[in-house]
């Protein structure tokens, strides 16, 4: 199970890649393994300014739809455009290609909320 220590992750399974106040967000590897074959995914939240842990859209999977919500409140600034054609990157790269959303991160504090990678490591019993 792939776990980078550089990234943040959330009780939701999802992770956190900072740069300075904008935010790259997508499920971690062990969420996307627990979905199994990622199908489609859809976010319509494109220019919305989201609190911390609202819904920001969902993922298809074979088994299973689910929500994805926000670690961190912000602006919705940008959606990977590769993911309309390819969501299977999802399943392949959830760390690179497979990113979801890019955020203006609205309170830099709220990451002291986020699990470093240890802790996440724990949570889901590694």
Known sequence: MNIPENLLYTQDHEWVRLENNVAYIGITDFAQNELGDIVYIEIETLGESLKQQEIFGTVEAVKTVSDLFLPLAGEVLEINPKLETNPELI????????WMIRIKVENIFDVEGLLRSGAYASLIGL
Do not use: K, M, Q
């Not at 399943?91 to 497979?98: F, H, I, L, R, V």
């Open 91 to 98: 399943n392949s790269d959830p760390y690179g290609e497979g």
